[in-house]
């Protein structure tokens, strides 16, 4: 192997489909992760919008699943960050599996524990931010660390939500998770919240990503009630892999028996970790990848998450990259059909507009196909590409 090795531009997995994710709770915890969030105060289904340009695409339909509004933030990441820490104090305070969050903020109540309790995490964007807003609606303190890359416009809003300490990393991604977690470690007290995996930190992870599968079914239940049949294809953003990580577990879990939902990603031209890993066959590691700005931030990682690799190996079929040219131009048109939405947002419309015609060649997409992208962000600030400018 070589780190010089330049992956193609669309790494393509025809056997993912036949592969099946065995394990005895996979249903029970779509149920439980479901059945937690619609007891939170705001709990509401996020839009699945039709594009008024499906044809275009040779495809029966295409949906926006718009993550522009959950529990009041501009993203999904609240569903894996509220998951993940509900376990982490459930087990913690050794309460019943089964509690809810308003009895565990009770008990940080009664117990007088919110000077005492953080959460930490870092980010490069809207995982901290849902980290903070958990810890404000549980009363109790958060640390956020995020790199260089992220602008102050993003470090304003992780600040807005409480009582949350922010620290900037003059380093990427990964020295930022590096820090965080460093910091975790010096108090039994300090809770280290992060969305990637790495050796002997798994569980937290693994629950992050469990986490993600109330958004799924909104889909799957959607997309049947709207076509009466199930996807064909899914598109979401990679970053570390985690979220691919949920939608590849969802649509290939054992118990789905015969599901055909093809799962791809879509990764900046410049930061391509996943797309990298699986054309070398295995995770890449820091110093094999260099990452440099791109205005999708959250999926500029250099390292993908040691839990991700595996699954996505085996039951993803496509990994993709655009550039950021192409993603501008993607938030842009989905503007003007009224989706507001940010770069992480668009890149798969971007992804599906730049392969759509290779997926059809491979067989994988037709036209009773329904093709549902995930737009992971609202629409934010960014730094347009020079070359768009002209």
């Not at 870092?122 to 992220?150: C, F, M, Q, W």
């Not at 570390?240 to 990580?245: I, N």
Request: aromatic letters at 8%; charged letters at 20%; a negative charge.
């Amino acid at each position: 192997m070589t780190s010089k090795t330049e992956p193609p531009t669309l790494y393509y997995n025809k056997d993912a489909v036949a592969w099946n994710l065995c394990g005895d709770r996979l249903e029970e915890i779509e149920r439980d992760v479901s059945n937690f969030h619609e007891t939170l105060g705001g709990y509401e289904p996020t839009p699945l919008t039709e594009l008024p340009n499906s044809h275009e695409f040779g495809v029966k339909k295409v949906f926006i699943k718009e993550e522009s509004s959950r529990f009041g933030l501009p993203s999904f990441k609240i569903l894996g960050a509220s998951w993940a820490i509900h376990k982490v104090l459930v087990s913690e305070f050794s309460l019943p599996s089964n509690t809810t969050f308003s009895t565990i903020q009770q008990h940080i109540r009664t117990e007088n524990l919110k000077n005492t309790i953080c959460l930490v995490c870092a980010t490069d964007g809207n995982h901290g931010r849902a980290v903070a807003r958990v810890a404000y609606l549980l009363g109790i303190k958060s640390e956020v660390y995020v790199p260089s890359n992220v602008l102050p416009s993003e470090r304003a809003k992780i600040k807005s939500e409480g009582n949350t300490n922010l620290t900037e990393i003059r380093g990427d991604y990964d020295e930022a998770v590096e820090t965080a977690y460093k910091f975790s470690l010096e108090s039994k007290n300090r809770y280290f919240i992060q969305d990637t995996s790495f050796t002997n930190y798994t569980n937290i992870p693994q629950s992050i990503v469990e986490g993600y599968n109330t958004l799924l079914n909104e889909v799957d239940s959607e997309v049947l009630k709207q076509t009466g049949t199930k996807p064909g294809l899914v598109i979401c953003g990679a970053g570390v892999g985690s979220f691919a990580q949920a939608v590849v577990t969802h649509y290939r879990a054992g118990f789905r028996k015969n599901s055909k939902t093809k799962v791809m990603i879509v990764e900046p031209s410049l930061s391509r970790c996943c797309n990298k890993s699986l054309t070398l066959g295995e995770p890449s590691r820091c110093d094999e990848i260099q990452t440099t700005p791109t205005i999708m931030d959250g999926l500029n990682c250099p390292t993908i998450s040691e839990l991700a690799f595996p699954i996505l190996k085996s039951g993803l079929t496509y990994s993709s990259i655009i550039d950021d040219d192409e993603c501008h131009s993607a938030v842009e048109e989905l503007d003007g059909f009224g989706i507001a939405t940010g770069p992480c947002g668009a890149a798969p419309y971007a992804t599906l507009k730049k392969y759509f015609r290779e997926l059809i060649s491979a067989g994988d997409l037709n036209e009773t196909d329904s093709v549902v992208l995930i737009s992971t962000e609202y629409k934010r600030i960014y730094n347009v590409p020079s070359s768009s400018r002209l």
